[in-house]
T-cell receptor, first 116, second 111 residues
Framework: ETGVTQTPRHLVMGMTNKKSLKCEQHLGHNAMYWYKQSAKKPLELMFVYSLEERVENNSVPSRFSPECPNSSHLFLHLHTLQPEDSALYLC???????????????FGPGTRLTVL | QKEVEQDPGPLSVPEGAIVSLNCTYSNSAFQYFMWYRQYSRKGPELLMYTYSSGNKEDGRFTAQVDKSSKYISLFIRDSQPSDSATYLCAMRYSGNTPLVFGKGTRLSVIA
């Protein structure tokens, strides 16, 4: 496997379910990100991790809970979601958060989440 | 006013056309400007990166930044059906600040 992988690719869940999204990067990067992409809205940054430490949490509801056990893996734990949480959830990684003027983020293919 | 404005389209052009995609922004503190391409069922991939005002060319793609007008553009020459995708502009204040994205413009190039 190369690049950034995400599983599952599609997920349908009820509002009372608990599920987790998984992201794995094979690029040797130190920073990982969760984004939410909704129809007709810009990508929204949710969480940023640097060397397994959370460095940014953009006022995300507590029903989303991230976990970064090591620099290669990132999880997003979901519980009691709402229908408006239906979206494409994208994981990304980069060498560092502060890489000088340029620090490219590599994105995974995303998990398409539908909340019924 | 939103930080970054981008017309979502959709934009449909014939093969071989020159495509112009644009974003405007409100905060003059943005310094770094990027264009991402996102194919259906895929994540965004970096296409072009620019820092200063002016043009940057890479093959059929040209990125243009006008900081005085707070306006960036991506031009695609000799467009191909394989260019059909959503194009997202993104910008950041400095190297360690989050990316701020536009909504993306959906482009279809018809053979």
């Amino acid at each position: 496997e190369t690049g950034v992988t995400q599983t599952p690719r599609h997920l349908v869940m009820g509002m009372t379910n608990k599920k987790s999204l998984k992201c794995e990067q094979h690029l040797g990067h130190n920073a990982m990100y969760w984004y939410k992409q909704s129809a007709k809205k810009p990508l929204e940054l949710m969480f940023v991790y640097s060397l397994e430490e959370r460095v940014e949490n953009n006022s995300v509801p507590s029903r989303f809970s991230p976990e970064c056990p090591n620099s290669s893996h990132l999880f997003l734990h979901l519980h009691t979601l709402q229908p408006e949480d239906s979206a494409l959830y994208l994981c990304a990684s980069s060498h560092e958060i502060s890489g000088g003027a340029y620090n490219e983020q590599f994105f995974g293919p995303g998990t398409r989440l539908t909340v019924l | 006013q939103k930080e970054v404005e981008q017309d979502p389209g959709p934009l449909s052009v014939p093969e071989g056309a020159i495509v112009s995609l644009n974003c405007t922004y409100s905060n003059s503190a943005f310094q770094y400007f990027m264009w991402y391409r996102q194919y259906s069922r895929k994540g965004p991939e970096l296409l072009m990166y620019t820092y200063s005002s002016g043009n940057k060319e890479d093959g059929r793609f040209t990125a243009q930044v006008d900081k005085s007008s707070k306006y960036i553009s991506l031009f695609i020459r000799d467009s191909q059906p394989s260019d059909s995708a959503t194009y997202l502009c993104a910008m950041r204040y400095s190297g360690n600040t989050p990316l701020v994205f536009g909504k993306g413009t959906r482009l279809s190039v018809i053979a």
